[in-house]
């Protein structure tokens, strides 16, 4: 029998801190994109894997969630639970020393992405057109225009597929941005994760929600321009404040400090 989440840190001496109540807060506020700027080790990346692990229509999560806060907010499971499709991407691995070898990482990214939804190869829901240009970025022969276009493509061939609109969960966004102001390549790099995220969320009817996760805001006329409903949270803003990094609090409630 599977075990919960809960049962396996018992049984491995491990500690877990229940914080699915992420879940219920930002389904209580209604968003088109939701970006989450935190400091590194602040738990970005276990917050986006759980927030896959119960949206993504693939899996079946209810062991998982079995005895955690968010399995008593029943209604809530009912619809959401494992019932949408979900585009997760994670932009950490994109760096290099110049463009070339960054943009080089940046495709093979978009290739192993395509890879992990290889079902869209065979599908008979999806246009032959948009198929022919899945298959040119999944073999990594696509031309920049291609992989500017990745995200929008992906969204709307899963969601002709599935019949629903798709959850998009970028993780570590600004870590190619980063990397290039580092190395004296953001103009370009910029020109292209413009384009990625941009036309992910800009009026894209296929799109349910987006969830952003990186270290720095960078600037919302940069890559979240057009974005309807667009949402900031940093660390200084009271929402969401308990659901990541560990915090201290006095009896009064009050956040004392966070590490």
Same mark, same amino acid.
């Given at each position: 029998m599977a075990l919960t989440f809960l049962n396996r840190c018992a049984k491995e001496h491990c500690y877990y801190i229940d914080k699915t109540h992420l879940i219920s807060e930002m389904m209580s506020v209604p968003f088109k994109v939701n970006l989450i700027t935190r400091p590194r080790r602040f738990g970005k990346t276990l917050a986006m894997s759980m927030l896959a692990s119960f949206f993504d229509i693939r899996r079946d999560s209810r062991v998982l969630f079995e005895g955690l806060q968010i399995s008593e907010e029943k209604e809530l499971c009912t619809q959401w639970m494992n019932q949408w499709p979900v585009l997760f991407v994670t932009l950490k691995d994109v760096n290099g020393l110049d463009f070339p070898d960054a943009y080089g990482m940046l495709v093979q990214v978009i290739s192993n992405l395509c890879k992990e939804h290889s079902y869209l190869k065979t599908s008979d829901r999806v246009d032959p057109e948009d198929r022919k240009a899945f298959?040119? #970025? %999944?073999?990594?022969?696509?031309? #920049?225009?291609?992989? &500017?276009? *990745?995200?929008? =493509? =992906? =969204?709307?061939?899963?969601? !002709?597929? $599935?019949? &629903?609109?798709? #959850?998009?969960?970028?993780?570590? %966004?600004? +870590?190619? =941005? *980063?990397? *290039?102001?580092?190395?004296? %390549? $953001?103009?370009?790099?910029l020109n292209v994760i413009r384009m990625l995220l941009g036309m992910s969320w800009k009026s894209n009817t296929n799109l349910k929600f987006a969830v +952003? !996760?990186?270290?720095?805001?960078?600037a919302k006329e940069s890559i979240f321009t057009g974005a309807n409903n667009f949402v900031s949270n940093s660390i200084s803003d009271v929402s969401y404040q308990d659901c990541f990094g560990f915090h201290i609090f006095s009896k009064k409630r009050q956040l004392l400090s966070a590490c």
């Open positions: 298959m040119k #970025i %999944y073999a990594r022969e696509g031309d #920049i225009s291609d992989v &500017k276009n *990745a995200l929008d =493509l =992906l =969204l709307r061939m899963m969601c !002709t597929h $599935y019949g &629903k609109e798709v #959850i998009l969960l970028v993780d570590e %966004y600004d +870590v190619p =941005l *980063a990397k *290039a102001s580092d190395n004296g %390549y $953001y103009d370009e790099m +952003v !996760t990186g270290c720095l805001r960078v």
